[in-house]
């Protein structure tokens, strides 16, 4: 493809205009979503890594309290994503049919759903913030300086929910360039105003400019969803409770939302070895390498989705083949990617670490860490695209299955091992995340070219 060819495609997929997937060119089709999927989540990556850049200013307590409630509210993303994931794989499916009015009605009763969840999880999260740090093995000043910043992060659970929820509908339909704009307005809002209310507030401030900007990119969302001129347009009619279509949803995200969980208390149980065995300064050096990971995973992420949403809309189409050529294409631009990066990871690590902490033992640990994460980078790459695009096609119980025998009955139980009987604390848990992961990608690999997704019908 010439350079010409390259920014001509660019521009027409930042445009959000309405395109067919299920006909013409697979690499085109692939770059027409992955170029703006992919620049959706390269600004939440700087989102995260500015957000830990601006608190580790603060000190190591401040980043553990950061980095522990991430862990746990990663819960709350979890059940974003199983919500987005069953949204996106039933809207797709539906633009697929050429129904775009089931399409709408389909976005609408996940968003009934997200309100009731998130309700929930709010009152949970901001009644017992001091108690879930205390639950991830923090100490008392982490717990006394960092309950604010949980409290106001669980308050925020609905616009947590429903950036991701929309932005699956989006997805689904194919307009991926809405849901990068939505989240690079939540993200630059944050960009902006993290060092201005962590000046006034503290650690507190962090939460604030978290939750603002996500609210400013739901803002966006919304309007889009009720006055755009997108294939999904919700109306009046779309809001009526219908058990048929909930009950489908529900059944295609809770497995969605489970393999989430599942993935994210794996990372809490490593979160609270390493702060168990090696301390605070090893939790932060975690804590700053984990941004870093998710700076890199999450744009390998926004490739793999393009996968999601081929997969769906070309099922809906009947167009079984090219479903699953659109994987292994996806899979092959994910690979070469995650390749680069782990090169990066395993040569410039210290660089890295030492832009976000000048303290020595949080140098020492953070190293360590993104080394051993990265040692894997392109299993990670591999497994994203598999996993998505079993979840595109609405098989979302296979990958659930996977993770749940990849993370806890393997990665927990090696994490454990490897850092208390075989004594090599932080180091332990640190290797046992890219030996699962490697599993995860192969697993993934297998299943889906076993082909039982073509079959399964939302």
Not at 3 to 17: F, R
Not at 94 to 109: C, F, L, M, S
Not at 392 to 404: L, M, V
């Amino acid at each position: 493809m010439s350079l010409k060819k390259i920014i001509q495609i660019t521009k027409e997929s930042l445009n959000g205009e309405n395109h067919d997937f299920t006909t013409g060119s697979i690499r085109r089709a692939v770059f027409l979503l992955a170029v703006p999927m992919i620049l959706e989540l390269s600004l939440e990556s700087v989102f995260a890594l500015v957000d830990i850049f601006f608190v580790g200013k603060l000190g190591e307590n401040a980043i553990a309290s950061v980095g522990l409630t991430e862990s746990v509210i990663t819960i709350v993303y979890s059940i974003a994503m199983g919500l987005s994931v069953a949204a996106g794989a039933v809207v797709a499916r539906r633009v697929g049919e050429k129904d775009a009015e089931g399409a709408a009605h389909a976005g609408a009763q996940s968003l009934i759903i997200a309100f009731i969840i998130s309700a929930l999880l709010t009152a949970a999260g901001m009644v017992y913030s001091g108690d879930i740090l205390a639950m991830m093995g923090a100490g008392k000043e982490v717990v006394a300086g960092g309950a604010i910043f949980t409290r106001i992060m669980f308050g925020g659970s609905l616009v947590i929910i429903l950036i991701f929820l929309i932005n699956g509908i989006f997805r689904g339909a194919g307009n991926a360039a809405m849901t990068m704009k939505s989240l690079w307005i939540a993200s630059l809002v944050n960009i902006v105003l993290c060092p201005i209310l962590i000046h006034f507030f503290g650690l507190k401030g962090a939460a604030m400019a978290t939750v603002t900007g996500r609210s400013m990119g739901v803002l966006y969302q919304c309007y889009h969803l009720v006055k755009g001129n997108g294939i999904v347009k919700l109306k009046m009619l779309h809001w009526r409770f219908d058990g048929t279509v909930i009950k489908t949803l529900i059944n295609t995200a809770w497995p969605a939302t489970l393999q989430f969980i599942i993935a994210s208390g794996s990372w809490i149980v490593v979160a609270r070895l390493v702060a168990e065995t090696s301390g605070t300064a090893a939790s932060a050096g975690y804590q700053i390498a984990i941004r870093n990971v998710v700076f890199f995973i999450l744009p390998a992420w926004g490739l793999s989705n393009a996968a999601a949403t081929l997969v769906g809309q070309n099922l809906g189409a009947k167009q079984i083949h090219r479903a699953e050529k659109s994987v292994t294409i996806t899979a092959k631009y994910n690979a070469a990617f995650m390749g680069v990066v782990m090169l990066i990871f395993l040569f410039f690590s210290d660089r890295i670490i030492r832009f976000f902490t000048t303290d020595a033992e949080v140098i020492k640990y953070g190293v360590r860490a993104l080394q051993t994460f990265g040692s894997a980078y392109i299993f990670y790459g591999i497994g994203m695209v598999m996993t998505q695009a079993l979840n595109g096609a609405g098989d979302t119980k296979t990958p659930t299955w996977i993770n749940f025998v990849c993370f806890w009955l393997l990665q927990i139980p090696l994490a454990w091992y490897l850092a208390k009987p075989l004594q090599m604390h932080a180091g332990g848990a640190f290797l046992s995340i890219p030996v699962a992961e490697t599993v995860l990608a192969l697993a993934a690999w297998y299943f889906f070219k076993r082909g039982k997704w073509k079959e399964i019908k939302v």
